[in-house]
């Protein structure tokens, strides 16, 4: 049973925008499915009808999905022509989870990946990477929602996705760390996924469910390879913190690949089987008797792996969906 947050304004920190409500609420639970980003080397190669423009993309896979997980706006601020032309390109009822800028995720941060005005003012250690003061990440966030705004004003905004770095634990960090940054966001739908495996096991695993729900935000629910590594977070969390969105991310289940992999599609080269899918249905089905939605992303994002999962899966949960070729055929 969800309780009532302490903090009825979630928390003290003023919003960056009035609320503007989602309108596209689902009352029973609607699963969407989609990929961590449209445009990766694989899907290119694989999946794109062949020499498609890159104009194109988003166009053609919203044609097979009503989701996608925007990851470029983890490396760069994007500008909001950029989000203009992304509405555009996408039905009225699609929908763009936005990843944050790693600057709010404990990562170490390097100048370049901020934009020009904010990198002339920010301070750098010896290795060029960015010291992260309340005034930057203020400063970044407000640029970063320019962008945001534009998805949210035409009905296409999901939720702002958290990834934190796996540096972030238990052992030298505090939840309330994360305080500002959901004040700030206490308007927008904020997903947060925990990438130390330490915030979910034992005793601490109550404590990072009580402080997301308190603060109203959706806790990251994972599939992930069968692995005590601390960077592995565990698999059979299943937890709703927001009865308006439930959120599950598929890394896949190579578990020497996540753990050492030296690139994104190395670490997540994995490709779910028959067996699998119909796995992560039944657990899609059951994320989605307590929430409104339910987001279903597939990140294991070598090759055309996740594509061609997330069509799978659709397909397991009854949904109609168009074949993976420029046709009007149905499955």
């Known amino acids: 049973m969800l309780r009532k947050s302490k903090n009825p304004h979630w928390t003290d920190g003023s919003s960056l925008l009035s609320p503007t409500p989602r309108l596209r609420w689902c009352v029973g639970g609607k699963v969407l499915v989609g990929t961590a980003s449209w445009s990766d080397p694989g899907f290119v ?15 053609w896979y919203a044609q097979h999905f009503e989701l996608v997980e925007v990851n470029s706006t983890f490396y760069s601020v994007p500008e909001p022509r950029l989000a203009e032309r ?3 390109a996408t039905p009225d009822d699609f929908t763009f989870d936005v990843k944050l800028h790693q600057l709010f995720s404990f990562h170490a941060t390097p100048a370049k990946l901020l934009p020009s005005d904010l990198q002339r003012r920010a ?26 705004s534009i998805l949210r004003k035409a009905g296409k905004l999901g939720v702002l996705l958290l990834q934190l770095s796996p540096a972030f634990s238990p052992r030298k960090h505090q939840l309330s760390e994360l305080e500002p940054l959901i004040g700030m966001l206490s308007d927008y739908d904020l997903a947060i996924e925990f990438r130390n495996r330490n915030w979910a096991v034992g005793d ?11 603060h109203r935000a959706i806790f990251v ?7 005590d590594h601390f960077t592995v977070m565990p698999s059979d969390v299943d937890e709703v913190t927001n009865p308006k969105i439930a959120y599950l991310r598929l890394h896949g289940r190579n578990a020497k690949a996540y753990t050492t992999g030296k690139t ?18 039944k657990r899609s089905k059951k994320l989605a008797e307590e929430a409104r939605e339910s987001h279903v992303i597939f990140n ?15 397909k397991a949960l009854g949904q109609i969906v168009r074949t993976p070729a420029q046709t009007l055929e149905l499955f």
């Open 45 to 59: 190669e694989r999946w794109y009808p062949k020499k498609m423009p890159a104009g194109e993309r988003l166009g």
């Open 86 to 88: 992304w509405c555009a």
């Open 123 to 148: 301070e750098t250690d010896a290795r060029g990477n960015v010291k992260s003061t309340p005034d930057l990440r203020e400063a970044l966030l407000k640029s970063f929602v320019r962008a945001t």
């Open 204 to 214: 601490q695993l109550e404590s990072t469910i009580d402080f997301v729900r308190e």
């Open 221 to 227: 629910n994972v599939d992930t390879p069968a692995s």
């Open 264 to 281: 994104v599609a190395a670490r997540f080269d994995y490709d779910y089987d028959d067996n699998e899918i119909a796995e992560v249905a």
């Open 300 to 314: 294991n994002n070598n090759l055309d792996y996740a594509p061609r999962a997330a069509l799978r899966l659709r």
